[in-house]
């Protein structure tokens, strides 16, 4: 079964960091690529990072800011974010899939979903 619980959102001032944790199965952890996503009020839910075999990939607004990583300890995902900005308020999601590598990005490569969590940044 896919599990996959996401935690550490909250409301944050410009500038501010946070992390972002997604605790996967330990199957789910080890078989599936799992990925950041995110989604603001009014827009279309866009990839923010992932990690895989090693190499992470970020989406081009990150910009620097962001760091995901896996625990293997903890079968989780972590999203480091410094720097955040108000336009990172979003309800933040952890996805899995097994997208091929060139399908990192849409969201329609990941078929299980976690419940999110949210992300207020105030200016």
């Known amino acids: 079964q896919v599990q996959l619980v996401e935690s550490g959102g909250g409301f944050m001032q410009a500038g501010d960091s946070l992390r972002l944790s997604c605790v996967a199965s330990r199957d789910t952890f080890t078989s599936y690529t799992i990925a950041w996503f995110r989604q603001a009020p009014g827009k279309e839910r866009e990839f923010v990072a992932t990690v895989r075999m090693g190499r992470t990939f970020y989406a081009d607004f990150v910009k620097g800011r962001f760091s995901v990583s896996k625990d293997n300890a903890r079968t989780a995902v972590l999203l480091q974010m410094n720097s955040l900005e108000p336009e990172d308020t979003a309800h933040y999601f952890c996805?899995?899939?097994?997208?091929?590598?060139?399908?990192?990005?849409?969201?329609?490569?990941?078929?299980?979903w976690g419940q999110g969590t949210q992300v207020t940044v105030s200016s």
């Open positions: 996805a899995a899939g097994r997208p091929i590598l060139s399908s990192l990005r849409p969201p329609q490569s990941y078929s299980h």
